[in-house]
């Protein structure tokens, strides 16, 4: 299996694990990769040196205070030091505000509360993200939509075509932030996006259950499905069980579990790799 979503130490926030000891769960349990992720830290780096143990991992970079936002020269930096995802804002989207959920400012306040958003919400920002759309576009990566709204995900995922993006993921696009309807994701999953659905989901989300996440996938299909952990949490499964203990809970509602698999291992892991 391929995990396309995971944390580790050091964050902001205690993680189960750091690099090194995630990279090590995963090559004990066989995936054959991971991607890192961070809300407030390039990964391109500890990827770089957490890849030395023999076993493929990713970095990127999440666009979040840290970086400024939306910011190009951000993205030119983790790209060319081989970045393979660029997020859009995560923790520092206006949806995580809206909803209440962990930011830096949490942490420590004197960061600040600003918040970042794109076209329609936000139509100052459309060049600095088109410039950005062009810059994946340019390195092949994939183009990870954070925690943007519906809306903004819709716009974005039409520019990221016409810029010749063609590695598209919704973020968890289920989940609290941004609580997509699974239609609209059916239909972003037309023009070519792959739809994630997380193990931190069923652990963490309020009210989500299995049968609901797969009345999700239902209604997406499994084309254009990935299944990821978004673990690494101090009170969750290790990743690579968290992942697994996604699969088994989705087809015991039912689901294709082969379809399931290829979820979790090829689509994913075609999506990253060149």
Not at 209 to 215: D, F, M, N, V, Y
Request: with cysteine; glycine share 8%; charged share 20%.
């Amino acid at each position: 299996m391929f995990d396309l979503h995971v944390h580790a130490a050091p964050d902001i926030v205690d993680r189960r694990a750091d690099d090194a000891g995630t990279a090590r769960a995963y090559a004990d349990a066989g995936f054959t990769g991971f991607v890192l992720k961070a809300h407030y830290e390039s990964t391109v780096g500890r990827a770089h040196a957490a890849s030395a143990a023999g076993l493929p991992v990713y970095g990127g970079v999440a666009l979040n205070q840290h970086v400024g936002g939306l910011n190009p020269a951000a993205v030119a930096a983790a790209l060319a030091a081989g970045g393979r995802v660029v997020w859009l804002p995560t923790a520092d989207a206006h949806t995580q505000h809206a909803a209440g959920l962990p930011r830096l400012c949490h942490v420590e306040p004197r960061a600040g509360r600003h918040t970042y958003a794109l076209p329609p919400v936000e139509e100052s920002t459309e060049p600095a993200v088109r410039t950005i759309l062009a810059m994946i576009a340019e390195a092949d990566a994939v183009l990870a939509t954070g925690h943007v709204s519906t809306a903004e995900a819709a716009w974005v995922v039409a520019a990221a075509r016409t810029a010749g993006v063609t590695r598209i993921l919704l973020t968890h696009p289920s989940y609290t932030v941004p609580d997509m309807p699974a239609a609209a994701a059916r239909e972003l999953a037309e023009r070519g996006a792959f739809v994630e659905v997380t193990a931190y989901q069923l652990t963490h989300q309020p009210g989500c259950a299995a049968e609901r996440l797969a009345t999700y996938v239902r209604e997406v299909g499994y084309r254009q499905l990935v299944l990821s952990s978004d673990a690494g949490q101090p009170d969750s499964p290790s990743p690579p069980e968290a992942l697994e203990q996604l699969i088994d809970a989705l087809a015991g509602t039912g689901l294709d579990r082969s379809a399931l698999a290829a979820a979790a291992a090829e689509t994913p892991e075609r999506l990253v790799t060149r």
